[in-house]
């Protein structure tokens, strides 16, 4: 049973390049996250999505989109990359809604912008 | 609007001290859910407990115990005879029934000493 797989897990951008994070759960969860983890900043919300077909905003949604074709996977986009995108980067998911559910997190993609 | 505190940056303990994480939430809501999250040097989250609010009961699994306290709003996590694979960032976050999010502190950083 993998749990939730995110691919890459490092990656170097040049400003202004443009990229997709693979995540991708096999637990059959409706919901699905991303979040942003900066150094001393806690985790923030990016984007998430309540089942195949919906995704909605974060606290800090601006400079990416996500979609959400089939209920295993979950791709965040950047576009037009910026250094403040600089960051550790979790996709997680939840039978139920992660505000009173276990989520379950993957190992996170290492990010960043020169 | 949701708040969680953990005021300890970093902690540094001697191999089989105890220690003691400490976690003050606010929220207006009279119903909640408050959770406590390991992220090993590997980096993936990974759950350990969740409380509700009308269960003010204390919680021991093995080594570890949590500390509910409402009058203070408080939800404290201790380490009995602590041990080097405790070494890790803690997480302590609250939630609320039908709200999709979760609201993260910025985490303490738990050393353990061999």
């Known amino acids: 049973n993998a749990g939730v797989t995110q691919t890459p897990k490092f990656r170097i951008l040049k400003i202004g390049q443009s990229m997709t994070l693979q995540c991708t759960q096999d637990?059959?969860?409706?919901?699905m996250y991303w979040y942003r983890q900066d150094p001393g900043m806690g985790l923030k919300l990016i984007y998430y999505?309540?089942?195949?077909?919906?995704?909605d905003k974060g606290e800090v949604p601006n400079g990416y989109n996500v979609s959400r074709s089939t209920t295993e996977d979950f791709p965040l986009r950047l576009e037009l990359a910026a250094p403040s995108q600089t960051s550790v980067y979790f996709c997680?998911?939840?039978?139920?809604?992660?505000?009173?559910?276990?989520?379950?997190f993957g190992q996170g993609t290492r990010l960043t912008v020169v | 609007a949701q708040k969680v505190t953990q005021a300890q940056t970093e902690i540094s303990v001697v191999e089989k001290e105890d220690v003691t994480l400490d976690c003050v939430y606010e929220?207006?809501?009279?119903?909640?859910?408050l959770f406590w999250y390991k992220q090993p040097p590997s980096g993936e989250l990974v759950f350990l407990i969740r409380?509700?609010?009308?269960?003010?009961q204390n919680e021991i699994s093995g080594r570890y115990s949590w500390n509910f306290q409402k009058s203070t709003s408080s939800f404290n996590f201790t380490i009995t005879a602590s041990q080097v694979v405790d070494s890790a960032v803690y997480f302590c976050?609250?939630?609320?029934?039908?709200?999709?999010?979760?609201?993260f502190g910025t985490g303490t950083r738990l050393t353990i000493i061999p």
């Open positions: 409380r509700n609010s009308f269960d003010e």
């Open positions: 997680a998911s939840s039978y139920g809604g992660m505000g009173n559910t276990e989520a379950f």
């Open positions: 976050a609250l939630g609320s029934f039908g709200n999709e999010k979760l609201t």
């Open positions: 929220t207006r809501d009279t119903t909640y859910y």
């Open positions: 637990m059959n969860h409706n919901y």
């Open positions: 999505s309540v089942g195949a077909g919906i995704t």
